[in-house]
């Protein structure tokens, strides 16, 4: 992953944050929005789904690079840019199993920045028993007439585009759910408000609503009742994305509070010199340089191909904790400064909470953790 390219796409992609998204985060938390201007700029510079290949007009590259673009993000406190969601999750479900003229007219817009993309799998009622979703979609004519509710959708009040969960067998449990695409325009869909958070403040967050919501059946994905099957292809790519936001807040965390302790004075002495903060950062360290090397091994072996569920369901719970764990020390070791939100790692610990929630709770990672070790949990 250390090739010359990398280094290069890295720096220009660092310069770009520093000067385009940073200077604009207290803004943009207090708007709940980051501006579309902004997933311009991004496209124009192909930095939305360089994967993609280049008939899309993508970049044809490799998974590393959407790893630059999220970890850059994250150091750059663009955390709540909807970029690696829309680039790395959503867009892959069109990629994968959209039929070809959709493709053609949906893709090179998620590369322009034209066409932002979400994921609708979550309702009121059905967050980790996806199997539970009450969405349902009916064949009518050329058409799927779609009836039901979402929440928590990131990207949700701005998306043109969003991969949505349904039921087409209401009583076939997963083997009933489809995948189907609903544009913004599709006659019934409507959004509800922007949902105020913990954290990710500069985040779209938001409810969607299918009300006798009509869409050309052709935006089916793949096959009717497959839905479930390509949701298990595709999370492992979900969550070692969250996996890569865990580790890099985890690392700019730790980095906050040793500076901190370095600097600040009590009694007379700079407090990282009281053995209990030392030995605190030491633990720290050790517990982040764990993450990184559990981490990008993980990384390579996605890249090569491997199937990494099991890897990736550990890596999700214990990253998720770690972060967690590590971003509350942090706050500790700043005193009453770390509750202030002047201080950045105020802001990590707020966003970092999330972490181990979406994309399937730490409890749901052990879950398929030990049910791979053969327990019946
Ligand atoms: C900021 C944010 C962004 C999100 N973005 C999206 C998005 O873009 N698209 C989308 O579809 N969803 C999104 N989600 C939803 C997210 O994926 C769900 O919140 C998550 O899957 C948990 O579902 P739930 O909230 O319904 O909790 P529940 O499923 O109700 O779980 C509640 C608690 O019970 C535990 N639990 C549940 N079942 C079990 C079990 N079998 N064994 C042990 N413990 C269990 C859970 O671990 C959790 O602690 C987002 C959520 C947040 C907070």
Not at 69 to 75: A, C, F, H, V, Y
Request: glycine fraction near 10%; hydrophobic fraction near 40%.
């Amino acid at each position: 992953m250390d090739t010359k390219e990398c280094h290069i796409f890295r720096n220009t992609f660092k310069k770009f944050v520093a000067k385009e998204i940073t200077p604009n985060v207290a803004e943009w938390e207090s708007k709940r929005a980051v501006p579309r201007g902004l997933w311009i700029k991004m496209g124009e510079q192909g930095f939305l789904c360089p994967w993609l290949p280049e008939e899309y007009g993508g970049l044809g590259v490799g998974f590393e690079f959407s790893v630059i673009i999220n970890e850059e993000l994250i150091r750059g406190d663009g955390f709540g840019v909807g970029v690696p969601l829309h680039s790395d999750v959503a867009t892959p479900y069109i990629h994968s199993y959209a039929r070809k003229e959709i493709k053609e007219r949906w893709l090179p817009g998620c590369t322009t920045g034209e066409t932002i993309t979400a994921i609708g799998f979550t309702e009121p009622n059905a967050g980790s028993d996806l199997a539970a979703i009450r969405t349902t979609a009916v064949k009518d004519g050329d058409s799927y007439v779609i009836n039901g509710q979402k929440t928590f959708i990131t990207n949700g009040y701005f998306a043109d585009l969003i991969v949505v969960a349904v039921k087409t067998d209401p009583k076939g449990g997963h083997k009933g759910i489809s995948l189907i695409l609903v544009d913004k325009d599709a006659p019934g869909f409507s959004r509800g408000r922007k949902l105020e958070k913990m954290g990710y403040h500069m985040q779209d967050t938001a409810e969607l609503f299918f009300e006798d919501c009509r869409v050309p059946s052709s935006n089916l994905l793949g096959e009717e009742g497959e839905g479930f099957k390509y949701l298990m292809e595709k999370l492992q790519q979900e969550r070692l994305e969250v996996c890569i936001k865990c580790q890099v807040y985890a690392e700019e965390a730790f980095r906050e509070a040793l500076t901190y302790a370095k600097k600040r004075e009590a009694f007379g002495q700079p407090i990282g010199n009281f053995q209990n903060t030392a030995f605190r950062l030491a633990e720290m360290a050790t517990e982040v340089q764990l993450g990184r090397t559990f981490l990008d091994n993980l990384i390579l072996n996605h890249i090569q191909g491997k199937d990494i569920v099991q890897e990736v369901s550990m890596a999700k719970y214990w990253l998720g904790e770690m972060v967690n764990r590590i971003a509350y020390e942090a706050v500790q070791i700043h005193g009453g400064y770390g509750y202030m939100e002047e201080y950045r790692i105020c802001r990590i610990y707020r966003d970092a909470r999330a972490l181990s929630i979406f994309a399937g709770t730490s409890e749901i990672m052990k879950l398929i953790i030990s049910r791979n070790l053969g327990l019946r949990s």
